[in-house]
Structures are given as structure tokens and as C-alpha cells.
């Protein structure tokens, strides 16, 4: 092999049910199965060039090449695919993030998936998407969802071999969310830190576990009934929930600003208001998140817009799975990235 390409999207997903704690740090392997619904809005492209000629791996993010740190990161993760091919070229890889990195909108859930994708594609790996989630899943838990559609599990296994993710329901029925960007900096506590702290510390998070378990049963209903307002009541009650583990870990800490609080108040004001089922979630990060019908999202938009900047409200229909891009496709990336509209 002189030279193998390959080039990928992956979009960002957001849990309904969260992923929060791992029982195995190294093979990232969660304490509960999660839900996700990816979405169109924020996705990531990356081109992964295996060259022989090269004489390490390097990786550059947004066109700037990046620490030793960060591509100690990305090598980590190839080695993962060469041990699987039996080889180890070192790699050139690019990706564009059109998503807030590190901000609690899922930028690691996009980039993992589409760089993995964008292994397989480039290594001619003969993997089902299924399988090749369990190797996304090495380089970020929730990438293991957005190699997916629509609504997608990630069921949480008994081995590296069976934690795996797989689509639950396209959600092509109405459903939509908005995105509250109260802020798009660095979080200050990364997730796998704060994870951890609060799986080690928090008196709650047996019940956490427990409660998600029952949750994931419930929502997977009530998508099967295409029941909205149950899976609305859901989607805000776990994850509320998985926020009151950090908050009762010892330290404190929280992901919540300020402004994520003033967020939240505007989504009840206006819900109540436009009487219109619109139900919240938050990540690890201060954005807040809004599960609504499609066809409320304008209405909430406006009415939101009286207590927020309007270009900080962002709508997003349900996201396609992961795939495979054409050179073209990536230089119009690249040229989005020149004129300055990545995010």
C-alpha cells in the first residue's frame, strides 16, 4: 500500500437517555445502555490519507495541525484498525468540525465516528456498521451512536465484542430540536473526568443507574407508539437526573452556567405560553437542549428569540447515519472552512 484514502461524515447526536459512567475506562464500556437522536444540524468530515511514505501520523483540526497530545489521541484509535489489518501505516488525518468542540453539543461523538468510518472506508475493512461502532466506541463513547440515523441505542453489553450501538427508529414523524447556545468555549471539566469523579463520589448514582434502566424501557415504547409527549416527559426527566449526580458528588461540580439557568427558565416560560409539548435536555456542557415537534420548532424559535439572540437558537431535523464522501464533497468542506462557516 503506497497510499489509501478514505473521506467521511458522521453527524453529532444528542442522548435522550444518557450515557454517564464506564465500568471499563480502557475499553469504554458504560454502566447503562443509552438513547440518542443524531441530528443534521452539526456533523464533522475528516479524510484519513495512509501513506507509506510518512514517518508519523499527523492530524490537523480545522486546517491547524495539532499538539502531540491530541495526535497521541488519534494514534491511539488507528492503531485500534491496523491490529485488526495486521499492519501500521501512519496516517494523515483532516477533519472539519461543524460543531462547537467541547462545548456539550457531541463534537467527539462526530469526529470518532467519521474518522472511523473514514478507516474503514480508506483500509477497504469489511465491517457492518455495527461492528465498526464497537471500534468507534474506543475513541468516544457516544460516537458509537451517530454511525447511526434517527433514534439509535447503544445497547451497553457484557464484552468490548457486544457494546455496540444500532438504530431504533429513523424519526421521521414530526421530531425536531433546537439547540440553546448559551456558550460554545471549552467546558472547563471533561466529560471522562467529571464521569468519573461522579461514579466514585455521588451517593446517587446507584439510583441513577437504576432509573436510566427503566427509562431506556419506557422511551424505546414510546417511540415504538410514536408517543411524543411520553418521550418529551422522559427525554427531560433523565437527564435532569443525570445532572443531580454531579451536583451531589463530592466535590460539587456542575456543567450549568448562569445563562444555562436563564435558558432553562425561557424554555418553561415559553412552552407554557405557546402551550406546546417542548421538553429540555443538557449534556455535559451548558447548551441546552430542546426535544420538540418539527412543526413547533418555528414558533419556539421566535418566542425563544425574545430571550435569546436568534443566531444563538438553533434548529435541526433528525440526522442521516454516517457516510462515505467524494473528493468534491471535501473540498467544498475545506472551502466552508476558508470562508469561515464551520462553527
Avoid at 130 to 153: D, I, N, P, Y
Wanted: glycine share 6%; with cysteine; charged share 25%.
Amino acid at each position: 500500500m503506497t497510499q489509501a484514502v478514505g473521506i467521511a461524515r458522521a453527524h453529532t447526536n444528542i442522548a435522550l437517555i444518557k450515557y454517564w459512567g464506564k465500568r471499563d475506562k480502557d475499553l469504554f464500556l458504560p454502566m447503562n445502555s443509552s438513547l440518542s437522536l443524531t441530528l443534521e444540524a452539526f456533523y464533522t468530515d475528516t479524510k484519513v490519507t495512509f501513506d507509506d511514505e510518512l514517518i508519523k501520523d499527523i492530524f490537523l483540526l480545522n486546517g491547524k495541525e495539532q499538539s502531540e497530545k491530541e495526535v497521541a489521541k488519534i494514534s491511539h484509535f488507528l492503531d485500534l484498525f491496523c491490529e485488526y489489518i495486521g499492519k501500521r501505516p501512519f496516517a494523515r488525518v483532516e477533519s472539519i468540525n461543524f460543531v462547537p468542540t467541547a462545548a456539550g453539543l457531541a463534537s467527539s461523538a462526530s469526529a470518532f465516528a467519521a474518522l472511523a468510518l473514514a478507516v474503514a472506508d480508506a483500509l477497504k475493512l469489511d465491517m457492518t456498521r455495527q461492528e465498526l461502532s464497537t471500534f468507534a466506541r474506543r475513541g468516544s463513547g457516544s460516537s458509537t451512536r451517530s454511525l447511526f440515523g434517527g433514534f439509535v441505542e447503544w445497547a451497553m453489553g457484557t464484552s468490548s465484542e457486544d457494546s455496540m450501538a444500532h438504530p431504533v427508529d429513523d424519526a421521521d414523524w414530526d421530531i425536531g430540536m433546537l439547540v440553546l447556545v448559551v456558550d460554545s468555549q471549552e467546558k472547563k471539566i471533561a466529560s471522562r473526568i467529571g464521569m468519573e469523579h461522579t461514579v466514585q463520589t455521588s451517593p446517587f448514582y446507584p439510583a441513577w443507574i437504576e432509573t436510566a434502566r427503566e427509562d431506556l424501557q419506557a422511551m424505546k415504547a414510546a417511540i415504538a407508539e410514536k408517543d411524543f409527549e411520553t418521550l418529551g416527559r422522559i427525554t427531560e426527566h433523565n437527564g435532569f437526573k443525570m445532572h443531580a449526580t454531579t451536583l451531589s458528588a463530592n466535590p460539587p461540580f456542575t456543567y450549568w452556567s448562569a445563562d444555562s439557568l436563564l435558558a432553562q427558565e425561557a424554555v418553561r416560560l415559553v412552552r407554557e405560553e405557546l402551550q406546546v409539548p417542548a421538553y429540555m435536555t443538557m449534556d455535559a456542557g451548558p447548551n441546552v437542549k430542546i426535544l420538540c415537534r418539527a412543526s413547533d420548532m418555528g414558533r419556539l424559535q421566535k418566542a425563544l428569540s425574545i430571550h435569546f439572540p436568534a443566531e444563538n437558537i438553533i434548529s435541526s431535523l433528525p440526522g442521516p447515519a454516517a457516510y462515505v464522501l467524494s473528493e468534491a464533497d471535501w473540498q467544498q468542506s475545506k472551502m466552508r472552512l476558508t470562508e469561515g462557516n464551520h462553527i
